[in-house]
């Protein structure tokens, strides 16, 4: 896998007073630069260990420094020239880490920057480096965002290595790989891809491969930036890539021959390819009974009607389409609205973009008073408003429940798009009725029909119609049911539960 573009320039100089100014020069001598010097009893030559503080665990670096000088303790491996001496710290010294033998600055910078210690030695034109990378990381915590109530309680931190591991102690096989690769030029943000090999479908794999390695950019700051620079239809509002910051669902996924894209520096963890239906589906979905988790799958999936539908019938209803209100109700509707001054449209607007600017204030808002907020926000502005005669108490409870229903989608990304969605089909409502709505709900079908994730159908198995993978989508039979892994995804080892009729060939 390639790493960032960086220009070539060789470390020539054998003055370890040049070499250390010019190092300190390129990094702005920053205060968070450590240099320790030293010189070894046998030969006379200074030696500079070079480290960022913050980036490194202590005690990993004084190891290492410790293992670079263990010829000094033995009298019979006495080198007799520097350049012996570093030949001896390069090839029989121990070293904490992985030894890596540096002759270009970029390399040399790129490993300091990493949180590796860098040795340089005067009269040597080579410098070597170990991995000694460490510092505050924060600890594993419950998921904050995809709240479980049954599973485990950890999530993803920062840390590339610490999400690689969670994941490795829930599968422990040797055909869970990992390639690893350098995106972005200023950053140097490596990013992992982790597949379950002869499981993944080789054509996505190196769809994704090829994706990667086109991208040019000058930082990766988290995994957003991936799923933007890599999805095929930019301008789509429905999102193509499916990201989560839970182990179990990453490995779970990684088990039906998707591919994980993890990033340092960020929790969430892309997965792809990625289907509209994954965006609907909780990890606990399959921790509990199959009725349990198919009934509340229809009830999200009827929650995502009302929060993308809801206001929009509610207005076309009562401004084009009186007759299909039952008489009683159509009169107490009217009476409630005799004093308001807007027409149906206006008053959903105002009730929705006041909704979105109190949910937008307690997200922002600190932790122990941003819910507060919102549930008084809430309560407070819609009695006003009705009291006012800004607004009548339906559509009140309209957009309410439409704003209730709304949390009910596991996948926060989906949410959004479901958000955006709606203030467009009340548009299409005002001025078109059901009619519009109608036409829209077939655009906005035909438009996820031609989705492609990773060039993988975004709509599949409904889109192309795949009869055997119809198990675990709107519904979700037993898991004794659910012999093989999604058609399209797997072409391998296709039986994650054998039984006495299955063929050895399925299980390759």
């Known amino acids: 896998m390639p790493t960032a573009r960086t220009e070539s320039d060789p470390l020539k100089s054998k003055n370890l007073a040049d070499n250390l100014a010019k190092l300190t020069d390129s990094l702005g001598h920053s205060p968070d630069i450590i240099v320790r010097k030293f010189t070894p009893l046998s030969i006379q030559a200074e030696i500079a260990a070079v480290f960022m503080e913050g980036l490194v665990e202590q005690e990993l670096v004084e190891d290492f420094l410790k293992d670079m000088m263990v010829f000094e303790r033995f009298p019979d491996t006495q080198p007799s020239s520097v350049e012996a001496m570093f030949d001896l710290m390069k090839h029989k010294t121990r070293g904490v880490g992985e030894k890596n033998c540096l002759k270009e600055w970029n390399h040399l910078f790129e490993a300091l920057l990493s949180g590796s210690t860098v040795i340089l030695v005067d009269g040597i034109s080579e410098a070597l480096s170990s991995n000694t990378s460490g510092g505050e990381v924060r600890t594993v915590t419950e998921a904050t965002t995809q709240v479980s109530i049954r599973g485990p309680k950890e999530s993803f931190t920062e840390s590339l290595g610490t999400n690689l591991s969670l994941v490795r102690r829930k599968i422990k096989s040797p055909n869970l790989w990992v390639e690893s690769m350098k995106i972005g030029d200023v950053t140097q943000t490596e990013v992992s891809i982790m597949y379950m090999h002869g499981i993944v479908n080789e054509d996505i794999l190196a769809e994704l491969r090829k994706k990667l390695q086109a991208i040019h950019v000058d930082a990766i700051l988290e995994s957003g930036y991936i799923e933007q620079l890599i999805e095929e239809n930019v301008y789509s509002p429905l999102p193509t890539l499916f990201n989560t910051e839970r182990p179990d669902s ?7 021959g998707r591919i994980a894209i993890f990033v340092d520096g960020t929790p969430f963890v892309l997965i792809a390819p990625t289907t509209f239906f994954m965006f609907f589906h909780a990890v606990e979905d399959y921790y509990q009974r199959f009725d349990i ?14 929060s993308l539908f809801g206001p929009a019938v509610f207005v076309a209803t009562l401004t084009f389409h009186q007759e299909m209100i039952p008489t009683s109700l159509l009169i107490n509707l009217a009476s409630q609205r005799e004093g308001v001054p807007f027409p149906t449209f206006i008053e959903a607007v105002i009730m929705e973009l006041t909704f979105e600017i109190i949910r937008e204030a307690g997200i922002r808002m600190p932790s122990p008073i941003g819910q507060t907020v919102s549930i008084i926000g809430g309560l407070v502005l819609g009695q006003a408003a009705v009291q006012a005669g800004i607004v009548s108490p339906a559509m009140v ?12 989608t596991p996948a926060f990304n989906m949410a959004l798009s479901v958000r955006v969605l709606r203030f467009i089909i009340m548009f299409i409502a005002a001025f078109m009725g059901l009619y519009g709505i109608t036409i829209f709900m077939f655009i906005l079908i035909a438009h ?14 409904f889109g192309p119609f795949i009869a055997e993978n119809q198990k675990d989508t709107l519904l979700r039979v037993p898991l004794n049911r659910m012999r093989k892994r999604p058609r399209l995804v797997s072409q391998k080892n296709k039986i994650r539960l054998e039984t006495e009729g299955d063929s050895r060939g399925d299980r390759q």
């Open 250 to 256: 990453v490995a779970g996924n990684l088990l039906e």
């Open 397 to 408: 409870i309209v957009v309410s429940l439409t704003g209730i229903s709304s949390f009910t």
């Open 448 to 461: 996820m029909c031609s989705l492609r994730s990773l060039g993988f159908p975004f709509m599949s198995p």
């Open 293 to 306: 988790s198919t009934l509340i799958r229809i009830l999200r999936l009827i929650c995502l009607m009302i």
